[in-house]
């Protein structure tokens, strides 16, 4: 080829490329700090808006909702018929009279997110994190507890339904079981918790690399004004053969980063296992086996602060306190499980037939 | 003879290139202001499994004439590795469903205070106005292996639930990002 046509040529394909370039160019356009600062989704917010839930078993209406494949220790078929499960506003009556409630929060939603594991002393890994409405300041929040708490008087983000905001976001809650065991009377057993909040209760799941499992951190704080079970009938949910939990309040704490809560099923049997790790620590043999101090060394004294903090760390226990027990209408006072610490646990479950 | 291949290698090229340009053309203000579609999205459904039994036949699954064997469909899942599985078992029967809906919403107002502080978009997934389940059930079960024809099956049922009949469920499903 002549000298002349190939550097034509070469012109030529250049100048093709630096138009496509020139096109690829006009496409794309770089963000600013200012765009990016606006880009803040951390989670995805859920809120439920006037949300009433609830079904039962009646058959005159075509309606089944029951669990079986039980049996009973004797070897009978268990059904148990679900006379009524229901979520609805505060006030329901045992769940008869059914309005509208919300669950979470604009500013406080229940919530689906990624965290970041450096945080949280898992290093390079991510987080999934469900959770509901969260704790806010004492003099912002609302008593968990009281159905009429005002602005200021507690820690819980959820408030209780009132004349200003009737649906509120703490609903009634409640099961209505029937149980039948062969051919015997069928008996009741029905829970129901009124303006129940969940407020600041979290799981954490992620992949625990060394072991080969997904692990998990649980917070279940489960506060209501009065927690009943009872073995009324449907027809009669407000009968005597009660207990009635009077100020109830939980704060179940299952498995941390450091020691986590494994959910998994056996290889061999089958049956579901619940494991949470024992505690230790790398540097736990720089630890004196009979006083319980470090033995002077830096790592010794690591040790010695990760174990005072794991023994005396309040948000690594669970509590459950009740204000009053009322047994058919006989008050027994109050009760309180407080600073109940899981160090190990191995739980597995197992098929009872041959 | 090649120099003119060249040529019209390149003439080629700029013409496709002058072609895809044409293809593209920026959307401006005015006619962006036109597209009005903001109503929102209106579903009515069922949804069906296995009612009568899947196409899978063997010692466990069959069809749901055979009352030894279950009929559904089985979704199991494992948290460990060489660990055994959760399991949803036997799903079957159908949901039917009117009147579910999804529009984007903005909120300026109401929630007891909240709206007017919120001032923002949302997702609206409206709970449809009638739920209807018909002979739908599945089994919460751990089994020591995926799948029941693997080789030393295992599995620990632990209920098997059952609903049919008309479900009162009302309400908005908000979703937004969270900062």
């Given at each position: 080829?002549?000298?002349?046509w190939?550097?034509?040529?070469?012109?030529?394909?250049?100048?093709?490329l630096?138009?496509?370039?020139?096109?690829?160019?006009?496409?794309?356009?770089?963000?600013?700090?200012?765009?990016l600062?606006?880009?803040d989704?951390?989670?995805?917010?859920l809120?439920?808006?006037?949300?009433?839930?609830?079904?039962?078993?009646?058959?005159?209406?075509?309606?089944?909702f029951?669990?079986t494949?039980?049996?009973?220790?004797?070897?009978?078929?268990?059904?148990?018929?679900?006379?009524?499960l229901?979520?609805?506003?505060?006030g329901?009556n045992?769940?008869s009279?059914?309005?509208?409630?919300?669950?979470?929060?604009?500013?406080?939603?229940?919530?689906i997110?990624?965290l970041?594991?450096?945080?949280?002393?898992?290093?390079?890994?991510?987080?999934?994190?469900?959770?509901?409405?969260g704790?806010?300041?004492?003099?912002?929040?609302?008593?968990?507890l009281?159905?009429?708490?005002?602005?200021?008087?507690?820690?819980?983000?959820?408030r209780?339904?009132?004349?200003?905001?009737?649906n509120?976001?703490?609903?009634?809650l409640?099961?209505?079981l029937?149980?039948?065991?062969?051919?015997?009377?069928?008996r009741?057993?029905?829970?129901?918790?009124?303006?129940?909040?969940?407020?600041?209760?979290?799981l954490?799941?992620w992949?625990?690399?060394?072991?080969?499992?997904?692990?998990?951190?649980?917070?279940?704080?489960?506060?209501?004004p009065?927690?009943?079970?009872?073995?009324?009938?449907?027809?009669?949910?407000?009968?005597?053969?009660?207990?009635?939990?009077?100020?109830?309040?939980?704060?179940?704490?299952?498995?941390?980063?450091?020691?986590?809560?494994?959910?998994?099923?056996?290889?061999?049997?089958?049956?579901?296992?619940?494991?949470?790790?024992?505690?230790?620590?790398?540097?736990i043999?720089?630890?004196d086996?009979?006083?319980?101090?470090s033995?002077?060394?830096?790592?010794?004294?690591?040790?010695?602060?990760?174990?005072?903090?794991?023994?005396?760390?309040?948000?690594?226990?669970?509590?459950i306190?009740?204000?009053?027990?009322?047994?058919?209408?006989?008050?027994?006072?109050?009760?309180?499980?407080?600073?109940?610490?899981?160090?190990?646990?191995?739980?597995?479950?197992?098929?009872l037939?041959? | 003879?090649?120099?003119?291949?060249?040529?019209?290698?390149?003439?080629?090229?700029?013409?496709?290139?002058?072609?895809?340009n044409?293809?593209m053309?920026s959307?401006?203000?005015?006619?962006?202001?036109?597209?009005?579609?903001?109503?929102g999205?209106?579903?009515?459904?069922?949804?069906?499994?296995?009612?009568?039994?899947?196409?899978?036949?063997?010692?466990?699954?069959?069809?749901?004439?055979d009352?030894?064997k279950v009929?559904?469909?089985?979704?199991?899942?494992?948290t460990?590795?060489?660990?055994?599985?959760?399991v949803?078992?036997?799903?079957?029967?159908?949901?039917?469903?009117?009147?579910?809906?999804?529009?984007?919403r903005n909120?300026t107002?109401?929630f007891?205070?909240?709206?007017?502080?919120?001032?923002?978009?949302?997702?609206e997934?409206?709970?449809?106005?009638?739920?209807?389940?018909?002979?739908?059930?599945?089994t919460?079960?751990?089994?020591?292996?995926?799948?029941p024809?693997?080789?030393?099956?295992?599995?620990?049922?632990?209920?098997?639930?059952?609903?049919?009949?008309?479900?009162?469920?009302?309400?908005?499903?908000?979703?937004?990002?969270?900062p």
């Open positions: 080829m002549p000298r002349i190939k550097a034509v040529l070469l012109t030529s394909l250049y100048s093709v630096a138009l496509l370039s020139g096109a690829v160019n006009a496409e794309l356009k770089s963000l600013s700090d200012q765009d600062s606006e880009v989704g951390k989670g995805v917010g809120v439920f808006e006037d949300f009433i839930f609830s079904h039962g078993h009646d058959p005159s209406d075509d309606k089944v029951r669990i494949g039980l049996t009973s220790t004797s070897g009978e078929a268990v059904v148990v018929n679900v006379d009524q229901y979520i609805a506003r505060s329901s045992y769940g009279t059914l309005d509208p409630v919300n669950l979470g929060r604009l500013d406080n939603p229940y919530e997110g990624l970041d594991g450096n945080g949280l002393g898992l290093n390079d890994e991510a987080v999934l994190q469900i959770s509901g409405p704790k806010v300041d004492a003099s912002l929040g609302y008593d968990c009281d159905t009429a708490a005002v602005q200021g008087s507690g820690e819980c983000s959820s209780p339904a009132s004349g200003g905001w009737a509120g976001e703490r609903p009634d409640g099961l209505e029937e149980v039948n065991v062969g051919s015997e009377t069928p009741n057993l029905s829970i129901h918790a009124k303006s129940a909040v969940f407020d600041g209760s979290y954490r799941l992949g625990d690399g060394t072991e080969q499992k997904m692990a998990a951190e649980f917070r279940l704080n489960f506060y209501t009065e927690l009943e079970i009872s073995t009324c009938s449907q027809a009669n949910q407000s009968c005597g053969s009660a207990v009635k939990m009077q100020g109830f309040a939980m704060e179940l704490a299952m498995g941390h980063t450091f020691q986590p809560l494994y959910l998994g099923a056996d290889a061999i049997s089958g049956g579901l296992t619940i494991e949470i790790a024992k505690i230790t620590h790398e540097y043999n720089n630890i086996v009979v006083t319980g101090q033995d002077g060394t830096a790592e010794g004294d690591v040790a010695y602060a990760f174990f005072n903090d794991y023994y005396s760390n309040p948000e690594y226990r669970s509590n306190t009740m204000d009053n027990i009322e047994v058919s209408g006989t008050s027994l006072g109050s009760a309180r499980i407080e600073g109940l610490l899981v160090q190990y646990l191995d739980v597995e479950f197992r098929d037939e041959p | 003879m090649n120099v003119m291949k060249a040529i019209y290698l390149f003439v080629v090229l700029v013409f496709q290139v002058a072609l895809a044409a293809e053309a959307i401006d203000d005015q006619d962006l202001s036109e597209v009005t579609g903001q109503s999205v209106y579903l009515t459904g069922e949804v069906s499994i296995n009612e009568q039994g899947g196409p899978l036949s063997d010692t466990y699954f069959g069809d749901c004439s009352p030894a009929c559904g469909a089985r979704i199991s899942l494992q460990e590795q060489d660990g055994g599985w959760f949803l078992d036997n799903i079957k029967g159908s949901i039917a469903f009117e009147g579910l809906t999804l529009q984007v909120i107002s109401g007891g205070g909240d709206g007017a502080l919120f001032n923002r978009d949302v997702i997934i409206g709970m449809p106005e009638s739920l209807r389940f018909d002979d739908f059930q599945y919460i079960a751990t089994s020591s292996t995926g799948r024809s693997d080789a030393g099956f295992e599995q620990v049922d632990m209920m098997t639930v059952e609903m049919s009949g008309e479900v009162t469920l009302e309400g908005n499903l908000l979703v937004f990002p969270t």
